[in-house]
């Protein structure tokens, strides 16, 4: 494990090390050359690398003083919740699955309050908005699912549940639930934006610390036990420092002054 600034550190310093010991050899190669008769007459070889490009995979493995997660006020996150849930079987890819026994659409749209109060208290301490979406999709999958297997005996038959797992029905459901609720939270966090809110009781509140760390794995063999990785691109441009000097002043006996300019 490594700091993901060290990582880069390293990183610059592995191209630096490589620009230096090139322009080593090219020294060492102009004194050979003019000792020599012939090699004398021939230009000294000498390499740049204007510009590199690196795809780096890693791991997350760590973060210190990561943010403080997005706090919704639990009412409003119940509300939201209740009217995605309540709306998901008028959606026009979701309709065949809500019409597989009678009644079905009145048991889900029961459901919702009891299901949205599950998400207020499952993600209303959620990092992101992403999250508090994941998390409302998998609850709404899980939900379809048990209803879905509680009446499959008596009322749905054998092909239709066949037909509802061959066309992933389930997963189309979770992603229309994710996106429905999705941009329902990113409203309510623009509008208390918009309001910006003096007091400590505002909507949503959120707070970076003012300093985060983040530890990364990179070795292959650990990479090869993580099911989801991470990549960084860099792009690395050559550059030289146009103005660096630096001056010793001579003093008293027992005091000097150096400074050091650049850009």
Known sequence: MIRFSELVAALLHEFTIAKTKTLALSVQMQRDFQEHEILRQVPIPIFRINEAELTIPFAI?????????????????EDIATRVMTALPEQNALKKGFALYPGQIERWRSAASALARQFAAEAG????????????????????????LERGGS????????????????DVLREQASRLIKEDLERLLGQAKAEEPA????????????VSSI???????RLQQVAHLATVKLRLEEGILDTARIDIEGGNDDKQKTTCEGP
Not at 134 to 144: N, P, Q, S
Not at 199 to 210: F, G, N, Y
Not at 215 to 221: D, H, Y
């Open 155 to 170: 009322r749905i038959s054998r092909r239709g549940i066949v037909g509802l797992f061959k066309t992933q029905y389930p």
């Open 199 to 210: 007091d400590e009781a505002s909507t949503i509140t959120s707070q970076l610390p003012p």
């Open 61 to 77: 493995a760590r973060v210190d003083g990561k943010p403080s997660a997005l706090a919704f006020d639990p009412t409003k996150l």
């Open 125 to 148: 301490q959620s990092i992101t908005i992403d999250d508090m979406a994941t998390i409302y999709g998998h609850l709404v999958k899980a939900h379809y699912l048990a209803d879905i």
């Open 215 to 221: 530890s990364v794995e990179i070795e292959a063999e």
